[in-house]
């Protein structure tokens, strides 16, 4: 009795899709507008620190530039040198800027106590942190990295592997893991081979998310002709681990409306009022006690996208044709008739 869809949203803005029901002889039954509100993404601020140069850093910024995501790096070459893109400091205000920090494990064991210290407390209060192992893992990075939840012990496991292909003419290259074994036990995995095999864990910490991430060469899909598997796999990455960026919404009626039937909006600020499909702006008339408090209903006169404004902030939502999605609207009254019917009057 249920069903789910799923699709790609190519920019921001309103769309109405079109629901079609077909039967066996692909005759259209019934066709539904369905409205879609896409919200462009705040771009994302990344910090890469290596220990060394590396490849994986390379193609990596180029996905960055390619998907819109700022990447800063510094690198590690040795004897006090650096090439960095820009300056790179561990203190609070420096790490709220950012909302994800991607370091290795030589890189980790060169930062200051206090810088620990700092970014621990940044993780705290959002920003996502993803360790990368690169090489072999000292007994005091074992030990940090334990505190932040992730037990990490050498391992027999074989190293060459392949992830999941797209299609049966993929054709992925056979890529390197690192050869450890990584536990936590609220850990949840961050992708995964094609025999299913975690590749990387990541885990909350307070309002952050901390990732581990043991995949040594993806770079390898890139030179393979496979640049979209691997900026595929590193923005699902990336979205998981960094800081939440999402904007609170107004709340709006989690059912469909229609023209000429009430609708309520709540939790609304005292200015409150609508933008009509028609770019008229109608005032909302709020309940200011009760349990209804801050609350106000709405009846559309026209169809189409409207918009809600409250305190500075703005809301599109669609409003269907009165004839439209007629059996959806019946459901809707016959639910509601007997929520009133099994309710106890006090």
Not at 21 to 30: A, F, G
Not at 148 to 155: N, P, T
Not at 260 to 272: I, Q, T
Request: with cysteine.
């Amino acid at each position: 009795g249920h069903f789910s869809l799923t699709d790609m949203a190519r920019g921001p803005g309103n769309v109405l899709y079109q629901l079609r029901v077909l039967n066996t002889q692909k005759k259209i039954l019934e066709t539904l507008s369905f409205p879609v509100v896409t919200m462009a993404p705040e771009t994302l601020q990344i910090l890469s620190v290596s220990g060394g140069a590396n490849p994986e850093l390379k193609y990596l910024k180029r996905w960055a530039l390619d998907a819109g995501v700022n990447l800063q790096s510094s690198i590690a070459l040795g004897l006090g040198m650096q090439i960095q893109s820009a300056p790179v400091s561990f203190n609070a205000s420096r790490l709220r800027e950012l909302d994800l920090l991607i370091i290795d494990e030589r890189a980790w064991m060169a930062l200051s106590a206090s810088s620990k210290q700092a970014l621990r407390a940044a993780i705290a209060e959002g920003l996502g942190v993803l360790l990368r192992i690169t090489g072999p893992l000292s007994a005091n990075a074992r030990a940090e990295w334990r505190a932040l939840g992730f037990s990490i012990a050498e391992s027999e496991t074989v190293q060459m592997l392949r992830l999941a292909e797209p299609n049966q003419q993929s054709n992925l290259p056979e890529l390197n893991r690192q050869s450890i074994q990584v536990q936590a036990t609220d850990a949840v995995s961050l992708y995964t081979d094609n025999q299913g095999q975690a590749l990387g864990l990541w885990r909350a910490q307070q309002m952050g998310r901390v990732g581990v991430w043991w995949l040594s060469d993806s770079f390898h899909l890139v030179l393979a002709g496979h640049p979209n598997v691997d900026g595929e796999m590193w923005s699902q990455i990336i979205t998981t681990v960094a800081r939440a960026k999402q904007k609170p919404a107004l709340p709006l009626p989690k059912k469909s409306m229609w023209v000429n039937e009430r609708a309520v909006f709540c939790s609304l600020a005292n200015n409150a009022s609508i933008e009509t499909a028609q770019g008229q702006q109608q005032k909302l008339l709020l309940v200011t006690q009760g349990e209804n408090k801050n609350c106000a209903a709405y009846w559309p006169q026209q169809a189409g996208w409207h918009t809600l404004k409250s305190a500075e902030q703005s809301q599109p939502f669609y409003v269907r044709a009165k004839t439209e999605a007629l059996p959806l609207q019946q459901r809707y009254m016959q639910q509601a008739m007997m929520a009133l019917t099994t309710a106890q009057a006090p």
